[in-house]
């Protein structure tokens, strides 16, 4: 309780006799016991679910964690302090996996001839999502090969652009594609895999268009995490829903995992009393699997309108590490948006394209697409070989008078 390894509400309290007490619950699904007991995993998903909760575990408290209880729907591990002898964290996790020998998870060869049914590339993979190093060439090393065909694909197409927003897209060259394109570069430094990302800003900013656009570039599935794919009325569904995407994701990898309005399964769990341990279920289902997500390269990237209502916890560095910012488009990227969005039309020289700018300043990219869009047709209704200022000027008319007027063409609908 005192290190703050899970929030006060999962907990429930009842009284015995003259005493307080308090209780955490869990499904049979989900494992709830003592680690000391050394009940080794069953498949490879329940061996690395208990390796990224001993490590976010250990990064919330230095406390030992060899006579701790394994919670695994909260993927946390809660020390006891009993007055047992201690063991170091690699001969705790060598233990548990091997269940019961007393080998250290950094000897490698060892723990991999204890392990054959893994195979030593998945014992190399719970050893690295460990926060331990495997042997320089150890043939269970993870390879990119996934990530190497993804390289290929993404060189051969056309640069990536992200019309009127060049902050993000310098952005995601930066952090995702150059990283992507560059994988071994990154690996000898230690970088494997580009980081989870949350967008955030108002409705309409061009969040959704920008996620577009970088999963075509990549040529990678995508897999949604929206009401239409994990929501559910029935208790405990909604996190294994949430928990089957993430596996989907997995098995395409390298793929990329879009989580829209991410408030809706996110939000606070101090505050948010609708749910209760339901919605704090779900939370630590995300927890759980975004950390798992970069291991296995899948790309996470959460868009939100409300970022101040999202659980701190999932904001945190080593979960989602960059939180940008998107606004709506300057005067400087409504002019660019224009002007690459007029550049394969037939365009008369006297359209204005910075009056037109100005006039769409701090609108949505989805209206100035929808004017150019409209003065294109009403140049086509007119019969006319080129786009002039006066449909530009028209289709204008039309955005401005949609709240309150019937549409252009006279007739309500």
């Known amino acids: ?22 209780a955490i619950t869990s ?5 709830l016991e003592p680690v000391a007991a050394n009940c080794s995993p069953d498949t490879k998903a329940d061996a690395l679910s208990f390796v990224l909760s001993f490590r976010e575990s250990r990064k919330l408290s230095s406390a030992p964690l060899h006579d701790a209880i394994y919670v695994e729907r909260y993927s946390r591990l809660l020390p ?22 007393s080998i250290p998870v950094t000897s490698f060869r060892r723990l991999s001839s204890l392990l054959g049914w893994l195979g030593k590339k998945d014992v190399a993979e719970l050893v690295l999502a460990a926060g331990f190093s495997v042997p320089q060439g150890a043939a269970g ?54 980081a989870a990302i949350v967008l955030h800003g108002p409705p309409g900013c061009g969040k959704t268009f920008a996620v577009e656009r970088l999963g075509e570039h990549l040529g990678w599935p995508v897999f949604p995490v929206d009401s239409s794919s994990v929501a559910s009325p029935y208790i405990h569904d909604t996190s294994k829903k949430i928990g089957e995407v993430f596996d989907r994701a997995m098995d395409a990898a390298p793929s990329l995992i879009v989580i829209d309005e991410m408030e809706a399964y996110l939000s606070d769990r101090q505050i948010h009393h609708s ?10 289902e995300f927890l759980r699997r975004i950390l798992e997500a970069g291991q296995r390269q899948v790309l996470v990237i959460g868009m939100t309108n409300r970022l101040e209502m999202i ?13 940008i910012e998107v606004g709506m488009p300057s005067a400087t990227e409504t002019a660019e948006l224009i002007k690459v969005l007029l550049a394969d039309l037939p365009v008369e020289g006297t359209v204005d394209t910075e009056a037109t700018a100005a006039a769409l300043t701090g609108r949505p990219p989805s209206d100035i697409a929808f004017v150019i869009r409209e003065a294109a047709r009403l140049a086509a209704r007119a019969g006319q070989s080129t786009l002039d200022d006066e449909m530009v000027q028209r289709a204008l008319t039309c955005l401005q008078s949609r709240p309150t007027q019937a549409p252009c063409n006279g007739h309500r609908l």
Request: net charge negative; with cysteine.
């Open 1 to 22: 309780m005192e290190s703050d390894l899970l929030p006060d509400t999962v907990w429930e309290s009842f009284s015995l006799g003259q005493n307080d007490y308090l």
């Open 27 to 31: 499904e049979p699904r989900h494992r």
């Open 80 to 101: 006891t302090w009993s007055v047992s002898e201690g063991s170091t964290d690699e001969e705790i996790l060598g233990a548990w996996l091997t269940g019961g020998v």
């Open 141 to 194: 090393a993870p390879t990119p090969t996934t990530t190497a065909g993804a390289e290929t694909s993404t060189r051969s197409r056309q640069p990536f652009c992200l019309p009127g927003r060049p902050v993000l897209e310098a952005f995601f060259k930066d952090h995702v594609i150059h990283m992507i394109e560059h994988a071994e570069r990154y690996r000898r430094f230690g970088i494997d895999f580009p």
């Open 275 to 284: 749910t209760g341990l339901h919605h704090v279920e779900e939370v630590g």
């Open 311 to 323: 659980d701190s916890a999932i904001l945190r560095r080593g979960r989602f590490d960059h939180v």
